[in-house]
């Protein structure tokens, strides 16, 4: 105990120590945020040229191959360098890009997929037969050469350039700076919300949606970001995966549940929402399941060991 008048090194040190944690997460959160406004300032005027050059002649795609990449990946970079300053060998780990728990996050974000569309189309059976339900499973693709091309430039370009920045980055900011309670499912829906607000050009500019379309469309694309934030964090950061995840959902399915002579209206919120659930819960019981089983079995071997002690 300190004497009346004299200061208490140990609090003032500890006090010094929680301002120096505090500032270091809110830089966090000042980066995510920085490094999403870099973005929207220099992909707005590029979607605003985007249908200016496609009616030159320009593939959207040869497009997008080029710029997308050189523009996410140069915010990221930009960012380590000069907002983190940490050492280029860290670049790859700390987006998520690493060997460990490759085929688990690939497997995760495929799974993910494949819950998502089974249960959308089920539902939009369900509700346009108005309540009769008979799915019947049919493959959807005649060239599947070209499925398969298609399906690689929206997981390597589109699915992998836009989760580097948007997760890879963003969400990793966000989690960095938000430790509080319940700190991965707040950094989901911060990095969801910007997410959803980088579609805001390509609504405007290229698709020509009217207000409310864009608005659906953000709501969407912000419910698709609880699942990717979801896997990403699950899959122990695991990028390839929720760039497998955002590819496949890009893509028209290979299959469908819904038989051909059925006429399907649009899906409604409840199908979206219900679709993107029901893969987060079955992940999370099976994790919960596995983790639980993983404990008791380390639990027996210790005891074991004790015994023999």
């Known amino acids: 105990m300190s004497k009346k008048g004299e200061i208490n090194p140990i609090s003032e040190e500890e006090s010094e120590e929680t301002v120096l944690t505090t500032n270091l997460k809110n830089r966090h959160i000042v980066h995510a945020i920085t490094a999403s406004l870099m973005f929207m300032i220099l992909w707005t005027p590029y979607r605003y040229l985007t249908p200016i050059l496609v009616s030159k002649g320009i593939s959207m795609h040869s497009l997008d191959s080029l710029v997308k990449p050189v ?4 915010i990221v970079i930009f960012c380590f360098k000069f907002l983190d300053k940490i050492p280029r060998n860290r670049y790859l780990k700390e987006l998520g890009i690493k060997k460990e728990g490759l085929l688990k996050g690939i497997s995760l974000g495929a799974i993910a997929w494949l819950i998502y569309t089974s249960t959308l189309q089920c539902l939009t059976l369900y509700f346009s037969t108005g309540g009769t339900f008979h799915p019947h499973l049919r493959l959807t693709i005649s060239d599947f ?67 409310s379309q864009i608005a659906t469309h953000l709501m969407w694309t912000f419910l ?20 497998v995840l955002h590819g496949l959902i890009d893509v028209k399915p290979f299959f469908s549940l819904i038989p051909e002579n059925i006429t399907t209206e649009n899906e ?42």
């Open 268 to 309: 409604t919120w409840v199908a979206f929402c219900l679709s993107i659930l029901l893969p987060i819960v079955i992940i999370e019981g099976f994790h919960s399941i596995m983790k639980k089983e993983n404990d008791q079995r380390y639990s027996s071997i210790f005891q074991a060991n004790h015994n023999l002690v």
């Open 145 to 211: 050469p070209t499925y398969l091309l298609n399906l690689g430039y929206y997981v390597l370009i589109v699915g992998f350039f836009e989760e580097l920045l948007a997760r890879g980055y963003v969400l990793r900011e966000f989690y960095k700076g938000l430790q509080l309670r319940y700190g991965a499912f707040w950094s989901v829906l911060a990095s969801g919300s910007i997410f959803s607000f980088f579609h805001i050009p390509i609504d405007i500019f290229l698709r020509k949606m009217a207000a």
């Open 224 to 243: 698709f970001s609880i699942l990717a934030g979801y896997v990403f964090i699950r899959s122990n950061w695991q990028l390839a995966g929720i760039a």
């Open 71 to 74: 523009v996410k990946s140069g």
